[in-house]
């Protein structure tokens, strides 16, 4: 519940404190005093529009800070997730706002700092606010199955929780499907594709460690190779006769120096060096061709190991860094290859599955939808009795259901539900989100409240002007529904009658006073006395004011026997 308000520096708010009722509290003010400035603060809190111009003239901010007792237990379940920690011991929860003139906006939850959109979740679990449209979830077609729902739950809770079950074993039989439901086409592609993936690792007979060993096979391989290239390039350059060798050189030098021998033997050169270096070089020459010809040297073998790199090589590039991890990928490929050749036979096990459980489904929704049924039809003639209660005798609220298409059903059912009203005799049923605004919204809502209290979460509601366009008996039974609805949920009513404000547990009035040049307005809670003197205020218009005093203290005893026949505790004295 909300246990206190405190509102500084909001337009003509300088300062002031709301500490309402567990149970009714009302406020009351003139036209204009600035009971709309109270509620907008209260709406501030959930996350509603805040602007710099709310500011007071001469505030650099102005702030709402609300304290909700035992807020926690209020949350959703996701918002308790998301929002607070698990080893929360504090049930309590402080929402806050503020802004400054620079217009920047600041939330609060329990002290630290949260986005806008974090408020606004927090707050739409905490507060309603009927007669401003934008809070109302009750107007959201999507809250009136789980409303419905849990209405009917409540009489109905195994026939429920048969449908639940059922629903939720085919809903994971069709989640199993669409995870491996593939069309024929997309099959047979990814059929290809792991076969030729497979068959381009298993045709290589990749072994663990390989790269590494061929390639050190390939350097001995090429130092061999360039060794015996050295050997012919040496035995070459010795012997070879078209390079010009270096012995067929000193054979054509021989041949030259006998032509002239005669004149060499007289210059003291001798002739027979050249005939010795022959001889030197020549065994030379055919040692090295030797040892060329012995080396083991086979180029067919190092094209093989160059070819199987560059094949190892191009499998790197595509299926992993290294040959493990190569022959973990044929692996993987030829499990998924061995799932989607069984995929068909599973396929046809998993539709018969879920052909049994939509059949489930559907039984139990028949029997779930009668259940429903029957409960929209008593939620109807309910909220029709409080719509008469409440003045709209010509009014009437109904459930429509609409057949979903097969194997769309929800948790729900296999419907989908709406909320109908009529507001005035022979206008046709209409979604509630186009129904007037205003006091006769409200009262709608009050009427559906009142049936839906106990299953509806929001532990505070909030009604604006819910007393507009009625009076007299109507006002009274207004009162008495707000009051009696104060029993599940804590209720403030914004109001101008005084039949209303007679059964508040808690009477708040709000006015405006001009102080040394400027306006203020004021929050004060009125004891017995003063709620009987603005009680009468508000019957004076209609009546002298000895009447009207008498009148209010008439109320005041009427609601205090009510509340008394009703066990309220709080009920006042006369």
């Not at 009750?138 to 048969?162: C, S």
């Not at 045709?203 to 060794?227: N, V």
Request: hydrophobic share 40%; charged share 25%; aromatic share 6%.
């Amino acid at each position: 519940m909300l246990e206190r308000l405190e509102i500084k520096q909001l337009a003509l708010i300088e300062q002031a404190v709301f500490e309402p009722s567990a149970g009714f509290t009302v406020i009351t003010g003139e036209t204009g005093a600035g009971k709309s400035l109270l509620l907008g603060a209260i709406q501030a809190v959930q996350g509603s529009k805040m602007s710099k111009e709310q500011i007071r003239a001469g505030a650099r901010n102005a702030s709402v800070e609300a304290y909700f007792s035992h807020g926690v237990a209020a949350l959703s379940r996701q918002n308790r997730a998301d929002f607070l920690a698990e080893e929360a011991e504090d049930d309590d929860l402080i929402l806050a706002r503020s802004i400054n003139t620079a217009g920047r906006n600041f939330c609060r939850l329990n002290g630290s700092l949260i986005p806008l959109h974090e408020l606004q979740r927090l707050g739409e679990d905490l507060v309603t606010v009927h007669g401003q449209r934008d809070s109302q979830k009750i107007f959201e077609v999507a809250e009136h199955a789980p409303l419905l729902i849990k209405y009917a739950a409540g009489e109905w809770p195994e026939e429920y929780q048969e449908y639940q079950k059922a629903w939720q074993a085919w809903r994971k039989i069709v989640g199993q499907l669409n995870r491996v439901d593939l069309s024929d086409e997309e099959r047979e592609r990814m059929i290809d594709l792991f076969s030729y993936q497979i068959n381009e690792i298993k045709s290589l007979d990749l072994k663990p460690g390989e790269e590494d060993a061929l390639r050190q096979k390939k350097q001995k391989l090429s130092q061999l190779r360039g060794l015996i290239a050295s050997l012919q390039q040496i035995a070459l350059c010795l012997e070879g006769a078209e390079a010009g060798g270096a012995i067929s050189l000193l054979e054509q030098a021989g041949a030259a120096a006998e032509k002239v021998s005669s004149l060499l033997e007289k210059a003291g050169l001798p002739l027979d060096n050249l005939s010795q270096a022959k001889e030197l070089l020549l065994p030379l020459a055919r040692g090295i061709n030797k040892l060329a010809a012995q080396l083991d040297f086979h180029p067919d073998i190092l094209e093989e190991i160059e070819q199987r790199l560059d094949r190892i090589a191009r499998l790197k590039k595509k299926y992993g860094k290294d040959e493990a991890a190569i022959l973990d990928f044929a692996q993987q490929t030829e499990i998924k290859l061995d799932k989607l050749t069984r995929l068909e036979a599973a396929l046809q096990k998993l539709t018969a599955a879920e052909d049994a459980a939509w059949n489930e489904v559907s039984v139990k929704g028949e029997i779930w939808q009668k259940c429903l049924a029957a409960a929209a039809a008593e939620l109807s003639s309910s909220i029709n009795r409080e719509l008469a209660d409440l003045g709209m005798q010509q009014a009437a609220f109904k459930v429509e259901f609409k057949q979903r298409a097969p194997r769309t059903a929800t948790i729900y059912g296999l419907c989908e539900v709406e909320f109908l009203l009529q507001a005035n005799l022979g206008e046709g049923y209409k979604p509630l989100y186009k129904i007037a605004s205003g006091g006769e919204a409200a009262r709608i809502m009050l009427a559906i409240k009142a049936v839906l209290a106990k299953v509806d979460s929001v532990p505070l509601l909030i009604f604006d002007e819910i007393d507009s366009g009625v009076s007299g008996e109507t006002a009274a039974r207004v009162g008495e529904k707000l009051l009696l609805l104060s029993r599940d949920a804590q209720v403030i009513c914004v109001t101008h009658s005084a039949y209303i404000a007679s059964m508040a547990d808690k009477h708040y009035k709000i006015y405006k006073e001009v102080a040394d040049g400027r306006t203020n307005t004021y929050l004060t809670e009125l004891d017995q006395n003063g709620a009987k003197a603005e009680i009468a205020r508000l019957l004076a218009g209609d009546t002298d004011r000895a009447t009207a005093e008498k009148l209010a203290s008439s109320l005041h005893g009427k609601a205090a026997e009510f509340k008394r026949v009703h066990g309220f505790k709080s009920a006042r004295p006369d």
